[in-house]
């Protein structure tokens, strides 16, 4: 059968391939899922074993982002935007690569929780992968404008630089936060996942009906998700579902088919 995995350090923990065994149930797919754990400064030597042994993609997670990037022969526009890939496909003897976590975040926010982002301020908490990532889907769908919050500003600046051609983006010191307030707030840090529950940012950052996401995901509520309740977010999420759409993006990528993804919602968290 046809092979696929997802390849990290760590990697055990990764709900990946209880979600491609659904999506194949599901679309009458077969093919194998696993994970591969390798080595840190060894990726590129496992995922090229991987295709000899006739692997046909990858999911790639934690901290070898840059690595499936640096390996590949060619690459989609938002992998590139994105200075990133999450997924690997082999295309004859090269890698494509690919960035589908914006794609992920974007379907789960405004086609499964129901949040729009076209005309809406949208904060950003963060300017590291995670949120380059997510920058060029955010802009594509025209919000009014998206802040980048961050404690480095050289890092936030950066961002803006790279994305201003494409919309609104500005950066912000997080001591300028005090006083503005946003209709969407995006949490692309770990912060709170240490177990230090002391957030950086200052509270009245949340207009009424205001959306609040966090791009970690557990079984309890996040430290971010706790605080934003307290401070005024009318709805908030985790990142599950990002994570369950943005496989459903690499599984279009190899088989050409989209799953549904509720079922899988119901499978991993029941009454989502």
Known sequence: MDRYAVIGNPVAHSKSPQIHAAF???????????????????????AAQFARDGGLGLNVTVPFKLDALAIADKAS???HAAGACNTLKRDGEEWY?????????????TFNLGVPIRHRDVLVLGAGGAARGIMLPLLHEEPRSITIANRTMVKADALVERFSAQGPVASVELSELAGMDF?????????????????????????PGSFAYDMVYGDAPTAFLRWARAGGAARWADGLGMLVEQAAESFVLWRGVRPDTR???????PGR
Not at 24 to 46: H, N
Not at 183 to 207: C, E, K, M, Q
Request: overall charge negative; aromatic content about 8%.
């Open 77 to 79: 526009e938002r992998a």
């Open 24 to 46: 194949a149930r599901a679309t009458g797919q077969e093919l194998t899922y696993e994970r591969l754990l390798a080595p840190l400064g060894g990726f590129a030597e496992v």
């Open 97 to 109: 690569a690919d960035n589908t976590d914006g794609a992920g975040i974007i379907r789960d926010l």
């Open 263 to 269: 079922p899988v919602f119901a499978l991993l968290r």
């Open 183 to 207: 209709d969407v707030v995006i949490n692309a840090t770990s912060a709170g996942l240490s177990g230090d529950v002391t957030l950086p940012w200052p509270a009245g950052l949340f207009r």
